[in-house]
């Protein structure tokens, strides 16, 4: 997991990026139809992975692979607040080469 400090955040991205891992998937949802939010750069490159981390918490939350995706969610969040970049596996490279971060 790479950690990298992007520039140009204010704290209500951070917050932002944030509320979109611990509440996903209904606040990336939310996000997406935010006309001041949706087109920040930190926003929309965490909304995206959170989107699709919380539809994996959702699929999986019958077995306990859902509580570990859900605490790796927290664990996102709380890179997020602290302004850093977060590369999750496989979804990262996904978001990326398809256009949406």
Known sequence: MSQAPMSDISSDDKLWAALAYVFSPLIPIILMFMEDKKDRPFIKAHNMQALILG??????????????????????????YQGLEVKVPVITDFVRNQGWA
């Open 55 to 80: 539809i994996i918490t959702v699929v999986t939350s019958g077995i306990c692979i859902g509580i570990l995706v859900w605490l790796y969610q927290l664990y996102c969040a709380y890179q997020a």
